[in-house]
Each structure stands twice: as C-alpha cells, then as structure tokens.
C-alpha cells in the first residue's frame, strides 16, 4: 500500500495571499502523508503571505523548511567532426550548444579552412542540412533557407524536423551530399529557376518591417485581458448584487493600474448595473468617469441611462430624460438608432420604450427588416425565389405536438447539462454486487454532506477575509463567481465532477489545470443558462422555436425562405421581451483556473473514504482522502493529475453502474437544430456551441468576422443549417450484430475492439534474469502497457458509440454542424455521427425514406462492390454487373451474417457492406417491386485523390487533370496505382544498376503502400511524416524484410515524391507559392497569415510562437495577459508549412458547401464526409450533377489571382515608398521580394474546366 501511495496523499498548507495586487488561495507544499516525502510546489513568496494550516491527514503539523531546488541537467547533445590536417585524419566529438543561423551559415560558408584535397567546393555544394538521430532517422533542413531566418526561426524548424514521439535520442548535426535518397527536396526545385539572394533581416530591419510593432503587442494584450477579466467580474457583480463592489474594482483599476482601460463595454456593463436597480446617482458617476477618461460613449451607454431615469423614484424625470436626449442628439445618434441591433435584457426594451414616450408621444421605432439575402457570385442566383424548390427534410415524421413535446425534453436535458444512457456493455456480475451499490451509495449521501458544509466554510473564509482587509475588496478576485448560483448548484456540480473522476480511465487523465477550467467552465454554464431562465429568454425562445417547427416539419405551404431566412422573420416578428441571442460575457481562462481550483480544493481535501469500509467485523474508522494528486512524467515534463483512492475505484467497478452520463453538448438533438442566424446563435437550444472550432488564443478569426458583412457569412450558416437539418435513425439490425459481436468478445477482423480483459501482458523481470533480458522484458512490457492502453481506449470509443445508438435506436434525432477555421464541418457530437469509422456509418440511415425509383436498386448494387474495393479500375457497368453475378452470395451476407458464407466479412468496408446487403434484399423482397421499395440507406460519392484534383484544376494542368479524373475517360484513373507504377518502374531501372535496396523491394511496391503518402502529399506531408507512412505499409507485409524497412522507406520516399513531381508540375508550383507566400507575410510583415474562402469565410492561421513560460498559473490573477494570436508573433515555419494544405482544405469545404445549398435548393437530401457527398439512391444522378457543375462553377473563378490581389492589398508595400536611406537597402529589398513573390502567380495549363461536367468518375 505505501508503494501505492507515494505520490498521492497531499499536505494540506495554505498560503492566504494578500497583497497590493490580488488576494487568492494556492498549495504552498505537496507531502505524501505515508512516506512523509515533500514535494515543493512554492510560489513566489512575498512579506504579505499569512501562513495558515488547515484539516491535514498528516500526523506532524510542523512546516517543512524551504528546500533547496535542484538543478536538472540539460541534455547534451554532440556532433561527430573530421578535423583534417595536412599529414592525417582524426575523427573528433565535439558539443552542440545550440543551432541558430550564424551556425548554420559558418557550416555553409566560405571560411573552413581546408587542405586541397578536401576543396570546399565538394562540400558547400549541398545545400541540405542533414539531422539524424541515432535510431538513424534523418531529415533535410534546407541551410540556404535557414540563413534568411533568425536563430529562434532556425530552431523552431530544426525542432520541426525531427519532433516525434518516437525520436528521443542525441541529435547528430552532419553536412552530406552523398546520400542521394536524403535529397528529396532538390527533385522539387523548379527547373531553370534563378538563384535567389538569401533575405537575411535583422531585429531592427524586422521592427520597421512588420505591420504590427512587436514593441506594442505586449501593451495591447494587458489592455485587452484587463478589459476581459473587469467586464466579466463587474457583469457578474450584477447578477449577484455587489453592484459597488463592481464600481470599486473598477475604479481601483482606473486610479493606480498602469494598463489602461479605455473600451466602453467594461463602462457599459456597470451602467447595466445601476439601471436595474434605478440607481440615477451612482450611474450619473459612472457617466462622469467616462466623460473624465475621454471615453466614446456607446448607444447602448444612451439605453442604460433611459433605462434608469425610467426605473428611478426621481421626481424630474422628464426633465432627465430631455436632457438625455439633446445629449445623444449632439453626438449624432438618432433615437431610431436605439432599436437597431440591440440585445436586449428582460423588459428592458419595453421600459425604454415608454420612457422615451413620456416625452416624445408620437415616437414609433422603425426596426428595418432583417438582410436576408446573399451577396457572393457564387450563390446569388439562389435569391431569387422562383428557383427555389425547397421541401421539409421531416415530413410525416413527426406532428408539431410531438415536437412540443420532444423540444420540452431537448430543453430540460440542456438545462441539467447531462444525458445519462445505460450501457450496451454486459459484464460480468461480480458477488456482493449489491453491497457494493449500498456501500456506494452511502457514501454519496456522506459526501453531499462534506462537500455542501465545505462549500459553505471556505466561502465564508473567503468573504471574512475580504471584509477583515478592506484593500482586497477593490481588487478583481473569485468571490463573486462563487455566489452567482445556489449552493446546491455547487454541490452538484462537485459531485458529478467526483463521478467522473471515479469513473475515468486509469491510463489517461488530464492535468490538474486542465480540470480546473472544465470544472470552472462548468459553473459559467450553469450561470448562463440560470440568467436565460430568469431573464425569461426561455419562454421567448419557447414560442419562437414552436412557429419554427411548425414551418419546418409543414410540405404543403410553399416554402421560398431556408431555415436561417425563416429564423430571422420570425425573431423580427417577436420583438417584444427579451433578445433570444442576448450575449453574456465571457469568463476569461485564469477566472475559470481560479473557480476550479477553489472547487478542486474540496475535492481534494474534504472527500475522504474510510479505508475500513468492506471489511468485515472492523467497526473502526479510518478516514483517507478519496483523491489524490499525482505526478506523472510525460516527453520530461512533470505533470499532475487527479486520481481516485484505489478504494473508490474499486467500489465502483464492483457497483457495475449501468449507466453512462454524456455531456448534452456531446448528443444528437431530439428536435431540429436552431438554425445557425449569427456568428453567436445556433445548434443547441441552450448548450453553448461554438460557430467555429478555435483555440482560445485565436481571437483575431473572431475579430475579422465580426468585421465583415453580415451576409457574407451566410452561405456558410445555411450550409451548416442544410447538414443540420437532415433526420437520422438507427440501422437497427445492424447495431445489434454489432453489440452480439462486442459483448461476446469483440472482433478484431471487424473493428470490433476486444475488452481489455483479453490481454496477456508478457512476463515481468526475474532474478534469474541477465541485465540484457532484464532491459528487453522491461522494454516488451512498456510497450504491451501502451497497447493494453489503446485498447482500452478503443473499447470504450465503441462503448460510448453503441450505447448512444442503442439509446436512440428508437428515435429520430439530429445533428447539429459548426466548422474549423478553414470551413472544414463536423457534426457537433462527437461520439454518434457519420463522420467515424466504418461501424459507426453502417448503423446510421436516413430517417425519411425515399422510393428507389428505376435506378436506385442498381446504385445499391454498384455501392456494395464500390464499399468492397474490388473494382476499382472497373467501369461503372463492370461493377453492376459484378453485383448481378454475385446477388447470390449478397443476399446470404443478408440473410446469414455470421452463419452463412460471410462474404461481407472479405470487404474493406465489412460493415456498410452488410447494411447495403441487408438493403438490397429488402429492396428484392418488397411485394410492390424493388422500384417503390422506401429505402433510408445513403449512397456516397467519393472524390477521387480530392486534394489534386482542386490542385489540378487551379493550375489547368491537362495530364494531373486526367490522372485524377477531372477530364471524361472509360474507366476510373486511379492516381495511387499510377504513381505506383511510375515508381516501380524506377525501381526496375535501378535493379538493373545493382541498387541492393531496389532488389530488396521487388514485388512490394504496391499501391497500398504509397497511398497514404499521395493522398497527404496535397495536404503538406513532411519527408519525415511520408517515410514514417511508408514504414507502416512495409511492416504491414509479412513477406518483406524487417531489417530493411528504415531504407527501403526513404528509397520509397525520393521515389514518390519524384513521381509525383513528374505527375504534377503544376501542383508544386502552387505549392511552392503558396508556402514561400505564407513564409515572406509573417517572417518580413510580422503577421499571421489570412485569406477569404470564394464562399466568403475570413480565415486566419492561428499558429503563433508559444513563450516557453505558461501564460496561466494555476491560480487566478487579474495579471495574468492571456495568451491571444493578435498580440503575438507569428510562428514562421507553421505558417509556411500549414498555408497550402489550409487553402486545399478550404477549396475542399467551399465545394462541398456549394454542393450542399444546391442540394437543398432542387429538393433532395444531402449529407458530407468532407470530400464524399451522400444522398438517397434514387437521387444519386442530380446530386453528381450538381456537385460537378459546383465544381466548374468554383474554379471558373480566378482563385489564385483573387488571392495574390488580397495578400497584396493586406500586406504588400507601396512601391513608390522612399522613405528609407541608403543605409536602409534591406528594408527596400525586403519589401520588393514581398512583393513581387505575391504577384508572381503560377502560370496555368490549357486544361478545360467544362470537361468535369462530362467526367463520369470525378465523383463516384
């Protein structure tokens, strides 16, 4: 048990900080309470540190000295030298500090000091930097491009290049131009390009450079943090009724912060304050303190101050509110302005209202009507109405009563935050399973006891010490947040938190940090959704969402407005009461830190477990905490996390809990999404879903878009809205062979995963043992405990996946869609959707059937042999008629899945095989003929290799068009077998020239083999990343050599990558642009690097340079600057690398989204897997044709040149500018290289885009 425990139990000494800056709570040491050892974990002390010991499970309650830290030894790393003289040789092993450009352009230069024999000229002619580590992994680091970049840029990028979990050894640095298969990139270089000057910019020449002076990010960043974290406290002060104490913080900050505060919001938000409470003396204050900082009033400043005047006991109020008026009429704010896109709070709207009509009777507010429409050329023929063919995606599947009452279900589930599932899983029942529950569920009601008393003490605590130190009361702390809910809400909170932890998996488990802001981000749920309920947005949202189902699921009146139209009539009609899409601050991260730990502390302290408790005849009591923290090295980093006393595990296992809890964020909706209407409202009807899937540091996305139109976003809503809105339903009998298979053992042929009880982990270390066997069993054992790992997770994966469908398998449901910074859409739950694996997609059909019509049997038929991947170079009539010939053993895989000739087992897709089986002997077996049979199952269309053909397309390029079927051919082109092919005929030449390697891989080129790397080529796979996929392929083949993977790859690797080049010149050409664009804009302009998709997304690349010291503690502080990609430098080598995939991927996105609106226009079903479109499949001819109309449509624009116009327009420079001296030549020259770089657009082909419409196989 001590060996258990020697990480886990906690000494529990706080340290009260109280000083001129923040009062907050934190571990000043870490003791395990059975070993006694210390673990310190001191913050920076400070002479205002108040030293207090609470309830400890240690004996001693004597402090610890301080002890002295010790220093960890870096890791060295070392390079082997030749030092050549005149008379000998000597091989030398010297220390690399550090690598940097200087070192790198000494290494490349023209000072070694060499004898004749070994010229400098055979050496430099390399242009490549080999780093290889000792399990003799090597990647190229172009020294010619390093020399332009400053020594931290070269890091990063040498850092790049060999970063994986795999590579933790010594790094050897050596210059070689001898290995030709280490040279990929030369087979990129554009032949008969000219040499081009290196453009090496020093700090000062990059200071004048960059369009945002690194020398004022760090200001703005403080401003915009303190901005956050006071407009989140002083919004919260509101809720809780410590309005002053909002007025005192802020004014505390204004007086004696060196940060300024200069954005109205924070101003606005304590007028808020003081306006519900009608308080016309202390808002007239505030009103003073904006108009004394030189602060813009807003209009929403003007509603405030009505708001007030209208709630006060004043007896002049008139007289107040004429002035208020003259006021806002001299700065050119007329009084219409007022009910313009305003969000309104509660009946504030109605109160102003009436107020402004006490002194102007006959005012009538004109809200103009809402902008429905789209202004992008792509889809603007879609506003006109008479083209509009739009049908309900849900007819006769349900009746607006049962949507009354399935939106009721859909809100109390978003309003509790949890969906609670019984599991598929059907273990086996261990004895005393029944004590165990009792066991457990006493010790739940003991622990709501302790946590609610716990609760209640150190909030007291807190609030003691506030009132007891009068300073701390003006300073930004966590008091407030901890009372904006019930205490029970708190209690709940703590205790579903608890389950989790008890629950969780015992091989992974997010660091302590992490927990703190889920557990905080938590509380700010429950708070939202508490101020919706009191502020009655639930009850309009109630009415509105009725009229809107009502539209929905109604066929019969002509439908000329898609969902997000219908939406905002609707909300333009409702205007009475509060705003639906009201906006609540946002709870910054250090808030959400501060709040979990406060709650964490409880957790950690107070829950404790008596140790006793399953043994027999033992009455007495030994009390330990039930969690513990512990600490866990990850890649040399400490990190601690939280796990339960094995005790609390065990119980629950024992208790074999039958149910699941799921976040509601994290399950497919009951009811139709709310359709996406702004950057803020959409998907759940009250779960926070977020538009766009961003880190919290990406805010300049944010910004950009809340700068465009507002209707250049809207193809994008109604695309995510159209995805959104289709019905699904479970495929019934084929969930249940799938839970027979995964409660009977799994099966891995199937991906099924097995339960991880069927794992035999080798044998451990013996005595007996060498030290040699020692290391290997040791070494075999590390490994199988990771597999075991994955498996686990696998397991659980399935687990979850089954169970929700399980759950739903009765029900009709919905998934709600938002997208990545690049427009790439995922469906919102994670779990069930059909974006996962193969098993995950066969148990999803359409919930509306549709009749297969005349040629729906025969799309079933050429779908289930497309699924096998046996005739993929077959025509489209080979395939159908390879279906008809083996109807036979189609129908058996139907009939007998598991007893008869399991045909459907040999597929590469085995379990939509199945489900496709199963549809067409249905579809056979309907009484009124195969024709009018009702089918749900979705047909997809694949895009062949999609990443080349957008690649192929942009640049015209006839031969990459038809090997990616762009241009109209008898049969399939398949890309990967063509590449193959050129390789393997490479390979026969170099046979021949006596390469061992190339003789060793005789009959293992194959197209399996390279796939991967064609597929990811597009989407900027590395040498390193392509050599590591090759690898697997080959260790895949049982007949090739082990002990020749590692070269045969790299020989694959140049192989490739050359055929590629032959393939497709004009790919890399674009690709090269695109990267050098993207390198030039952040390393000379200092910016990340933005573009606009042709539907009309803003995108930004969000990848900054990290500062090695965190931004957040684990303790709230207001000064803590949050971490913001608009306040940071730009991460060069991310930036170049991640530019032409992002940009494929958005081209990709825009496609599908073209597609997807055109779909819903005609009236058909559609649904996408990114570049594979889905459809019923007697609809599988429109939607083909429409997505290759789509397609001719997108590239008929001028992409590229569009692109280079708007990189010019951001972040070129005047080419008459003459500001700058001669001595400034690198400024002049820098700006000239930007700039002619982004006009130099690749030239394009003679490829004719309208040959797609005729390309049978361009989707198939």
Known sequence: MQRVFHLNNISLVKVYRINNKFMNLHQ??????????????????????????????????????????????????????????????????????????????????????????????????????????????????????????????????????????????????????????????????????????????????????????????????????????????????????????????????LNNSSTKIEDVKVFDTLLSGYASQGNVDKFLEVWEMINNYNIKRSVQSYIYRIECIARSSKPNKDEMLNTTLRIMFSEGIPLNTLFIDTKWKNDTREVVLKAIRAVRQNFTPVVPKSDLYYSNPLVNHLNNIKHLNLK???????????????????????????????????????????????????????????????????????NSLHRSIRRSSYLLNIYPYLTVLDKNEYKEIIMNEVHKLAEGNDSFSLGITLLYKELGQKVRIRYENKLKSDEGLLKKLKGVYYEYGRWYLDERNGRFVNGRQKWKLLIDKFQSGPSIDFEIPPWPTSVLIGIGKFLYNIILRDIKINVNILRKNVDQEHLLPAFYTVYKTTNHIVKDEVKPHPLVARLYRGACLPM????????????????????????????????????????????????????????????????????????????????????????????????????????????????????????????????????????????????????????????????????????????????????????????????????????????????????????????????????????????????????????????????????????????????????????????????????????????????????????????????????????????????????????????????????????????????????????DIDDFPKQHIWQASTYLVTKTFESLREMFQSTREIQDWLAGSARLISHICGQNVEYVTPIGLPVVQPYIRVSKVSSYSKNFSPNAKARMDMFESPNTVKQRNAFPPNFIHSLDSTHMMLTSLHCEQAGITFVSVHDCFWTHPKNVHIMNRICREQFVALHSQPILSNLSEFLLKNYGYEDSDENFTDEMEKVTFAKKKLNSFLRNVPNTGDFKLSDVLGSVYFFS
Request: hydrophobic residues 35%; aromatic residues 8%; positive net charge.
């Open 392 to 462: 309900s995606p849900a007819d006769d599947l349900l009746n607006t009563e049962e949507l009354k009452i399935l939106f009721n279900e859909q809100l109390k589930n978003e309003m509790e935050l949890y969906v609670r599932v019984r599991s598929v899983d059907r273990p086996e029942v261990i004895d005393n399973v029944t004590l165990f529950r009792d066991k457990l569920n006493k010790l739940h009601a003991q622990w709501d006891k302790v946590i609610l008393h716990a609760f209640q003490r150190d909030l007291s605590a807190m």
């Open 660 to 1035: 699941l809890t799921f976040n509601v964020a994290e399950v497919p909706m009951l009811i139709p999404p709310v359709p996406w209407n702004s950057l803020t409202s959409g998907g759940y009807l009250v779960a926070k879903t977020n538009l766009i899937r961003l880190a919290n540091q990406a805010v300049l996305q944010w910004e950009r878009l809340n700068n465009s139109p507002k209707s250049q976003i809207y193809p994008c809503l109604d695309s995510l809205n159209q995805l959104g809105s289709v019905p699904w339903k479970i495929n019934q009998p084929v969930l249940d062979l799938v839970i027979k298979i995964f409660n009977e053992g799994g099966n891995p042929k199937l991906a099924i995963p097995e339960p991880v009880s069927a794992f035999i982990m080798p044998e451990s270390e013996k005595p007996s043992m060498t030290k040699e066997e020692k290391y290997q069993a040791y070494r075999k054992r590390m490994i199988a405990k990771r597999k075991k790992a994955e498996m686990y997770s696998l397991w659980c994966d399935a687990l979850y996946k089954l169970s929700l469908a399980n759950h739903f398998r009765d029900k009709v449901f919905w998934l709600p869609h938002n997208m990545d910074f690049r427009g790439r859409v995922y469906p919102c739950p994670p779990h069930l959707n059909h974006l996962s694996s193969d098993m995950s997609r066969s148990i999803l059909c359409f919930a509306k059937g549709e009749p297969l019509g005349t040629s729906g049997l025969d799309w079933l038929k050429i779908h289930v042999i497309n699924l096998t991947g046996l005739k993929k170079r077959d025509s489209l009539s080979e395939r159908l008629a390879y279906g008809n010939s083996i109807i036979d053993l189609i129908v058996d895989s139907a009939n007998n899945p598991l007893d008869g000739k399991r045909w459907w087992m040999e597929s590469e897709e085995p379990w939509q095989t199945l489900a496709c089986c199963i549809e067409i002997r249905n579809a056979l077996m309907c009484p009124e003929g195969p024709e009018n049979y009702i089918s749900h199952y979705p047909i997809h269309q694949d895009g062949s290799c999609n990443g080349l053909q957008h690649y192929a397309a942009l640049g015209r390029d006839s031969a990459g068009a038809y090997s990616v079927n762009l241009s109209p051919c008898e049969k399939p082109q398949d890309v990967y077998s063509c590449v193959a092919a050129i390789v393997e005929r490479e390979r026969n030449k170099d046979a021949l020239n006596g390469s061992n390697i190339a003789q060793v891989l005789e009959g293992f080129v194959r197209r399996k083999v390279i796939k991967q790397t064609v597929m990811t080529t597009v989407y900027g796979v590395t040498r390193f990343g392509a050599r590591l996929q090759i690898a697997k392929q080959l260790k």
């Open 28 to 253: 000043s040491r870490l003791t395990c309470s059975l070993c006694k050892t210390l673990f310190e974990r001191r913050l920076a002390g400070h002479y205002n540190e108040i030293i207090q010991r609470d309830c400890s499970t240690n004996v001693s309650t004597l402090h610890f000295d301080k002890t002295i830290k010790k220093k960890k030894n870096k890791k060295r790393f070392y390079t082997e030298l030749l030092e050549v003289s005149n008379d000998n040789a000597n091989e030398r092993r010297t220390k690399v500090k550090k690598i940097n450009a200087n070192n790198i352009i000494k290494l490349n230069g023209n000072s070694l000091n060499m004898s004749d024999e070994f010229s400098q000229e055979s050496i430099s002619s390399s242009n490549k930097l080999i780093v290889t580590n000792t399990n003799g992994i090597e990647t190229l680091v172009n020294s010619k491009e390093t020399a332009e970049l400053p020594a931290e840029e070269v890091e990063e990028m040498v850092k790049s290049a060999y970063h994986n979990e795999l590579i933790e050894d010594e790094v050897t640095i050596v210059h070689n131009e001898t290995i030709k298969q280490n040279s990929v990139e030369k087979s990129f270089k554009q032949l008969g390009k000219e040499k081009e000057e290196p453009l090496r910019l020093n700090s000062k020449v990059r200071e004048i450079l960059s369009k945002t002076k690194y020398s004022e990010l760090d200001k703005a960043g403080k401003e915009r943090s303190l901005t956050s974290l006071l407009t989140a406290y002083i919004d919260v002060c509101n809720s809780s009724g410590f309005v002053n104490r909002g007025y005192a913080v802020l004014n505390n900050y």
